[in-house]
């Protein structure tokens, strides 16, 4: 559950602060990946490319 106080009637700093914290969560992706169905198929497919992704990012870093 993302929460977010506004403090100060500064509605643009709370709009800023939850946008981030959705792309931290993840949220906008699983968004845009929710509006059209996906076959099993292609997301086996997309999955092994995002944690193949994932491995060279963190191999990258070492």
């Known amino acids: 559950m993302v929460c977010v106080s506004v403090r100060n ?7 800023r602060v939850l ?3 959705m792309q931290r969560e993840g ?3 699983e968004m845009k990946n929710r509006r059209h169905y996906e076959k099993p198929s292609e997301k086996r497919v997309r999955q092994a490319a995002e944690s193949l992704r994932r ?6 870093g070492r």
């Open 27 to 29: 949220i906008f992706r």
């Open 55 to 60: 491995a060279k990012k963190s191999s990258r």
């Open 9 to 15: 009637n500064n509605v643009e700093q709370a709009l």
């Open 19 to 21: 946008k981030k914290k």
